[in-house]
């Protein structure tokens, strides 16, 4: 922060001017106009990934998601791109796709690959509490550092200062009411990427901005805001196992009680050197992977832990191994599937191992690419896992032991 000289009238004001980042904005109806299905264009990676039935969903950075029919996982098919201005996140609720669209939340209802139509959007609901107020016909996109002036009137009451997110709790309605899976397919299948900030539990959503865990109650097509919660700086990812949510932060894992599902009461946090952390859960066990990098905080540390979590108010370490770049994670009938940058896809078999030993108890590793990300797709046919790197989107199948097959690769193109 950067102080000019306070001026103290005989009125007892006080001004002074301070840099703070400013929002920049645009218009809101333009963004929304520019949201729907398209014809597919090149598939090129940078986000996460979403699998929903049949359909694999890719994010194309603050742009959109490819959308993949995934009925033969050994042949994938390019089949639409969803357009949806500055969506990097997204989830499936009662059959409604929720995503961001910069700092806005947006639902549709999509009918297969035939269309796409918005029912409601939540405006700038990813704005921490701390940004400065903007007009609700505009959308933050981003955020630039100026010089503002505030004044402190003589009942203290300051001109100036940013009120916090003064549009999260209303929904905008454009839509009727409608519900159903919306010819995808496979209804059991409904699963994000391990670096997804958002997740779900019937029809809460849960989101995570960096020092704000906020839930969202999905209530005749509209998303309700029903908490709204203040936690440490840096988180990254969130999911929900078994009546609990795990949130990754740089700091640490963190725990949450759903008993509440509403509002969920803080538990624990198992803590860590700094760095990018995705987390998987697995009945009683945790894996956290830490790496380094730029935006991470640290400069050379790259582990594994695994945890017990028996305890939800006690996580204890049992383990760990030193790893390449630890990224995207999946914890699936005890075995481990770790996306560690270019060093590829590692498998570790956790059953029945000496948890001393994990390092020692690697099945399988696939180095020829590197890995980003992963999700696992419990498809009637046969357990598939899903993964995306710098230049394809790659599956496998998963064997009754954990080992995986190569099924498919799809090239693509680094987002530029």
């Not at 029919?69 to 050994?74: C, F, G, I």
Request: charged share 15%.
């Amino acid at each position: 922060m950067l102080f000019a000289t306070a001026c103290e009238k005989d009125s007892c004001e006080q001004t002074w001017t301070q840099v703070v980042a400013v929002p920049v904005t645009l218009d809101r109806a333009e963004i929304q106009e520019d949201i729907g299905l398209e014809p597919a264009i090149d598939l090129c990676v940078g986000g996460g990934i979403y699998a929903y039935g049949d359909y694999i969903f890719m994010n194309r950075l603050n742009e959109g998601y490819h959308i993949l029919n995934n009925q033969r996982p050994e042949s994938p098919q390019n089949v639409a791109f969803l357009r949806i201005p500055g969506a990097t996140q997204m989830a499936f609720i009662e059959g409604k796709l929720v995503s961001n669209s910069y700092a806005d939340l947006v639902t549709l209802e999509m009918d297969g690959i035939q269309s796409a139509r918005l029912v409601s959007s939540t405006p700038n609901f990813l704005l921490d509490e701390n940004t400065l107020p903007v007009d609700e016909s505009s959308v933050v996109v981003g955020y630039e550092d100026q010089e503002v002036e505030f004044t402190q009137t003589c009942d203290g009451s300051i001109v100036g200062q940013w009120d916090g997110c003064q549009n999260c709790d209303f929904a905008i309605n454009a839509g009727e009411n409608s519900s159903g899976f919306g010819g995808f397919g496979t209804s059991s299948v409904n699963t994000a990427g391990s670096i997804s900030r958002m997740a779900f539990s019937g029809n809460l959503l849960y989101v995570i901005g960096s020092s704000r865990l906020s839930t969202y109650s999905m209530e005749n097509n509209l998303l309700i805001n029903t908490n709204n919660q203040q936690q440490t700086f840096g988180m990254e990812t969130v999911i929900v196992r078994d009546g609990f949510l795990y949130v990754g932060s740089q700091s640490g894992m963190h725990t949450y009680s759903l008993e509440n599902a509403r509002v969920p009461a803080f538990l624990s946090t198992f803590t860590h050197f700094t760095g990018c952390d995705p987390v998987a859960v697995e009945n009683d066990i945790a894996i956290v992977t830490v790496r380094d990098g730029r935006d991470c905080g640290n400069t050379s540390l790259n582990v594994m832990y695994v945890l017990d979590i028996s305890d939800k108010s006690n996580p204890v370490e049992l383990t760990s191994a030193n790893m390449n770049n630890p990224r995207g994670v999946a914890l699936y009938n005890g075995t481990i599937y770790l996306c560690d940058g270019d060093a590829g896809l590692k498998v570790f078999d956790l059953d029945g191992g000496s948890f001393p030993t994990v390092a020692q108890r690697q099945l399988q590793v696939f180095d020829e690419v590197s890995m980003t990300d992963v999700a696992v797709l419990p498809y009637a046919a046969g357990d598939i896992l899903l993964t995306v790197g710098a230049e394809h989107l790659s599956q496998f199948s998963i064997s009754s032991t954990g080992e995986l097959s190569p099924t498919s690769r799809v090239a693509a193109n680094t987002c530029l």
